[in-house]
């Protein structure tokens, strides 16, 4: 038995993506979205795409997350359908995996800091 299960598969011809909706089994409070995308891509085999989380929501007394998926051939073309907030929070997120795998203390305090007045 899987850990996804594929609740909704459509292509969008309109918009030129690829629409998954699935739920994760037994993961939920623990699986992110950068997980989700690895987890997705493969699973259908999605390399050199761009696969983009839009949701992703625990179910009430159940441990299954619920998540939907946008799935694009050209990053220019999901950059114009999609807000650039979404691209913002994806940015944060892989910057915030790669703090938390090796880049040491002294690294990130080399960040420039403003200062207010």
Do not use: W
């Not at 609740?7 to 989700?36: M, W």
């Not at 690895?38 to 983009?52: A, P, Q, R």
């Not at 839009?54 to 807000?83: C, M, Q, W």
């Not at 907030?85 to 002294?106: D, N, Q, T």
């Amino acid at each position: 038995m899987s850990m996804i299960e594929v609740t909704r598969d459509v292509k969008n011809p309109l918009l030129s993506r690829r629409e998954i909706t699935c739920n994760f089994k037994g993961l939920s409070g623990r699986l992110k979205k950068l997980e989700a995308v690895d987890m997705i891509s493969k699973k259908f085999n999605l390399e050199g795409k761009i696969v983009i989380p839009i949701l992703l929501k625990n179910d009430t007394g159940r441990p299954v997350v619920s998540g939907s998926f946008y799935v694009y051939e050209d990053e220019k073309l999901a950059k114009e359908h999609l807000k650039a907030a979404v691209f913002a929070r994806i940015e944060k997120a892989k910057g915030a995996g790669a703090k938390a795998e090796g880049e040491s203390p002294a690294e990130q305090a080399e960040a420039p800091k403003e200062e207010s007045k």
